[in-house]
């Protein structure tokens, strides 16, 4: 018997005299040191990419400290534009920077409000899971089964992709 699965030449014959019971124990101990081996690799990759997912959430972190930083000097910069070249009081230059950011969060906002008001739900699951509580309660057959019955009332066939 080997004491070590899996240190010999592959395709290499051992003893030819080995039991039945030490060829599967050779292999299930092979099998358990390659899944092992396997999830060792994955753990070392996965943090090797964790590591790089993290640089690059902080590169973006960094981008978007910086780009509010720029909007808010702009908008300094364009108030006081407006300021001195088309002659309005200071107030009333700010005025108009805040609100076309106002205008520009609005349309946003309402992006947003119909984007949600178009959601229809999980049409296809609720189809698909009425269905199987329907076939489960034996009041439809399986579609494939051959075997023909009534559909419940709102039961329609589930288009495949």
Do not use: C
């Amino acid at each position: 018997m080997v004491d070590n699965p899996g240190a010999g030449a592959p395709g290499t014959a051992g003893d030819t005299d080995r039991s039945v019971g030490g060829l599967v124990s050779d292999v299930t101990g092979n099998l358990s040191r390659l899944v092992r081996l396997e999830l060792e690799l994955a753990k070392a990759e996965a943090k090797i990419e964790a590591a790089k997912v993290g640089k690059g959430i902080a590169g973006f972190a960094v981008f978007a400290v910086l780009a509010h930083i720029f909007v808010i000097l702009l908008s300094v910069t364009i108030a006081f534009v407006l300021y001195e070249v088309a002659g309005l009081p200071g107030w009333a230059s700010f005025a108009i920077v805040t609100g076309v950011y106002l205008l520009i969060a609005l349309v946003f906002a309402l992006y947003g409000l119909i984007s949600f008001r178009r959601m229809r739900g999980l049409e296809r699951t609720q189809l698909t899971t009425s269905r199987l509580g329907a076939i489960l309660r034996r009041e439809i057959t399986p579609p494939g089964s051959g075997v023909a019955a009534a559909e419940p009332a709102g039961a329609t066939a589930v288009p495949r992709n």
